[in-house]
Every structure is written in C-alpha cells, then in structure tokens.
C-alpha cells in the first residue's frame, strides 16, 4: 500500500522518506508540485494522499515544534476573500470513515487517516488547516487569517495535495509540526530561502542579510524554531507505524 506525500523542503522529504511512501517536495512552486503528485497517482498504486512537513501557526496557543494533525475533508473551500485569506483555500472537518483496512481507491474523506494519525500521535493537536499559495509572514496576516478562517495552521502544499486527493477520490490528511508561532514575523531572509526544487537558497539568504543586517535576530529565531519543527516532525513520522 502506497502513500503518496507532498511536502515542500527537500530536508522535510528526507525526515519522512521511508518504504512504501513516495515523497514529493514542491519548493514552492505548486504547478510542478501539482503535476508530480498526479503523475505519481496514475503510476498505479496509491491509496491514500498526505501533506507532511512543517508549518506556521495561526492559533496563538501552538508553540513551536507542536504536532498538528488536520482532521479535513479533501473537499476545497475557497477563502472568505478577507486578507490573506484570498490567497488561501480552507479544508473542512468530514465524518469518519471505516476502519483504515476498509478504505478503498474510492473513499472520498480522510476520516479513517486522520483517526489513524491521531491515535499514534496522541499529543497532537486536531483542527483545520489553510493552503497558503505564497508565504503568510506577517503576525498581522497570520491574525486576520486566523479570525476569518479558525484554522489554526497554514501550509504552501496542503491545498495542493488535496486538490489531487479529491481528483482521483483518495482519503486524504495533513501531518504537520510548527515552524513559526503565530506571533513571530518571518524576516525577509526567511521569504527567500527555498530553492524551486526545494533546497536551501544559502545565497540569497545571505544576500537579504547583508542588505539588512538587522533582521539577523528574527532570522536566528527562525532557524531555532525551524530546526525544533523538524526534529519533531522526525519523532512523528518515526512513531508511525510502516502500514497504515
């Protein structure tokens, strides 16, 4: 059984790489990222669609390294068209499903995955979760997004990965640990740090801080929030078991 992942780095692809799952990472760019994950599903044995990696928090409760799991329906909603959230698609809660063995290529919620994640994941948090097509930076967008939504995460693949999911009918869920709190504003570095493939862009990080040297405390609490998100986004696919 086949488990199809989007994700956007190419470090958070290989914390999650493992037998039996094919990652993809999008490095932004959601067209190439679309188009791989749909070329992974015609290929023939995928059974169900998750969106794995880090993300920032719109909750103001979730700190960084929190695990986050989208209890969602891969049936897109568009944004309210407040803010940020014109750029944005909101996944809903859905029913459950039956158990995972009884999930089949036509299972249409993510029910049984969400419950599936959740019961080996115990400490994490259950809620809806936002597909951003660009970065939400700002602690003011990540507010206003927060108030016209009440999601309390946001991502630059889930809305992606879902698309795909609800396309070809697979269950689909969100396994997501936090990178930055919904009170911190990522320094412009940040923004332009991801390659289109899903590298770091060491140069144009260090180009931005040589512009502007005073965002380098922002851009150090990043890295250290970021480096947290990581090592528990390792902790929680590795307390996952091999068969879902």
């Known amino acids: 059984m086949t488990l ?9 692809a290989a914390i999650i790489a493992r037998p039996g799952w094919v990652v993809v990472a999008g490095g932004g760019d959601a067209a190439r990222l679309e188009r791989e994950l749909e070329a992974a599903v015609e290929r023939g044995g995928v059974r169900a ?7 920032g ?3 103001p409760a979730l700190r960084a390294g929190d695990v986050v799991v989208g209890e969602l329906s891969p049936t897109l ?4 068209g407040r803010g940020p959230a014109e750029t ?3 996944f809903e809660h859905s029913a459950p499903l039956p158990p995972p063995s009884q999930l089949g290529p036509g299972s249409r919620r993510g029910g049984a995955l969400v419950e599936w994640l959740a019961d080996h994941l115990p400490d994490a948090h259950r809620g809806t979760v936002v597909g951003a097509d660009a970065i939400i930076a700002s602690a003011a967008e ?5 108030a016209s939504t009440r999601a309390i995460a946001v991502d630059m693949e889930s809305h992606i990965a879902a698309r795909v999911a609800e396309r070809h009918s697979l269950p689909f869920a969100i396994l997501r640990t936090i990178s930055d709190t919904a009170d911190h504003a990522l320094p412009p570095a940040a923004l332009v740090g991801m390659k289109p493939d899903g590298g770091v862009a060491l140069g144009a990080v260090l180009t931005s801080l040589a512009r502007n040297p005073a965002q380098l405390p922002a851009l150090i609490r ?3 929030d970021a480096g ?3 090592a528990a986004l390792r902790r929680a696919v590795e307390g996952l078991p091999q068969d879902f």
């Open 4 to 12: 199809l992942v989007a994700c956007g780095l190419q470090r958070e």
């Open 49 to 55: 669609v998750l969106s794995c990696g880090v993300a």
């Open 57 to 59: 928090a719109l909750d």
């Open 77 to 80: 909603h568009p944004g309210e």
């Open 88 to 90: 944005c698609e909101v």
């Open 142 to 146: 990540k507010a206003a997004l927060y």
């Open 222 to 224: 990043t890295g250290r």
């Open 228 to 230: 947290t998100a990581f």
